[in-house]
């Protein structure tokens, strides 16, 4: 039986993006986006805390998406805030492929 536990989210069927790419996804109820960076994946928040632009469609640089309403930039390993206008991070996940689908860790640090 593998390990479970409350922190562990598997979404089964859940096809990861290309590299370059980005998907949107909804675990435990909340919205992620899951991008591929030369292969290797992020997953944070999907809503930005501004007042809710899709960062799943945002543009990624290096390691940060900019948010596609007004410009706030986000790390995607940490869900930290770069740039405002936002002032609060989004959720990070730590996320890989397993079996047919994804499993996402909600990242603590
Ligand atoms: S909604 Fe993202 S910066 Fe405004």
Known sequence: MEPSGPARIVLAGVVPPADG???RVVADG???AVFNRGGTLYAIGARCPHV???LDQGTVTGHRVRCPWHGSVFDLETGAVV???AETPVP???V???GDGLVLEPRTS
């Open 21 to 23: 790419g980005a998907i």
């Open 30 to 32: 909340t919205p992620v």
């Open 52 to 54: 809710g632009g899709p």
């Open 83 to 85: 740039t405002g206008p």
């Open 92 to 94: 990070a996940y730590r």
């Open 96 to 98: 890989r492929v397993e």
